[in-house]
């Protein structure tokens, strides 16, 4: 079983500190991403990871008997009419589908790490959801400072008791997303 410990994580790209929950893995951690509401910040958020030296499976619509042997679940989330159309799916089985994933992650204890990259456009109407639907399951926020213009994602770091990391530009959430998951 893994080690759960407390380590400090310094963001000087967003200027700030905060103490967060890792766990502590024998090699590099099984690392995947997918989306929920099928807009494409996840494939922005595999990009940027990618580049952050972070090896990753991306997959927007990965079900959840995949996610065996899964230490880290990225869940970006916002909706897009188009992805829904091109995946075939509906914002109802997208809601099952999502649901599905973190409940697997829990049974595999993995972390779940929630991303809004998509600003306030991706907030609202559709999205909300399942910007809602993670948010509230999720082990670490990391948000656009912009998408948190409202303070959302704040009060529910705060409820929830969990780490929220707040970005500047989506070029960053590789780099603070690596931080967070660092040895």
Do not use: C
């Amino acid at each position: 079983m893994q080690t759960i410990f407390k380590k400090w994580v310094s963001l000087f790209a967003v200027g700030i500190s905060l103490s967060v929950g890792a766990t502590a893995w024998a090699a590099a951690p099984n690392v995947v991403v997918t989306s929920s509401g099928q807009a494409l910040d996840a494939f922005t958020v595999k990009t940027m990871l990618s580049r952050a030296g972070v090896e990753n499976t991306y997959d927007a619509v990965i079900e959840a008997d995949a996610l065996d042997g899964t230490d880290v679940l990225i869940v970006a989330v916002g909706a897009s009419v188009k992805g829904f159309g091109a995946a075939g799916i509906t914002a109802d089985s997208e809601k099952a589908r999502t649901q599905a994933l973190l409940d697997k992650a829990k049974e595999e204890e993995a972390q779940v790490i929630a991303v809004h990259i998509g600003g306030s456009d991706r907030r609202g109407g559709l999205s909300e959801q399942f910007v809602t639907l993670v948010s509230e399951q999720a082990d670490i926020l990391v948000v656009s400072e912009e998408g948190n213009s409202d303070d959302y994602f704040t009060r529910v770091s705060q409820e929830r008791d969990v780490p929220l990391v707040l970005i500047k530009l989506p070029a960053q959430v590789g780099g603070a997303i690596a931080e967070l998951i660092a040895d």
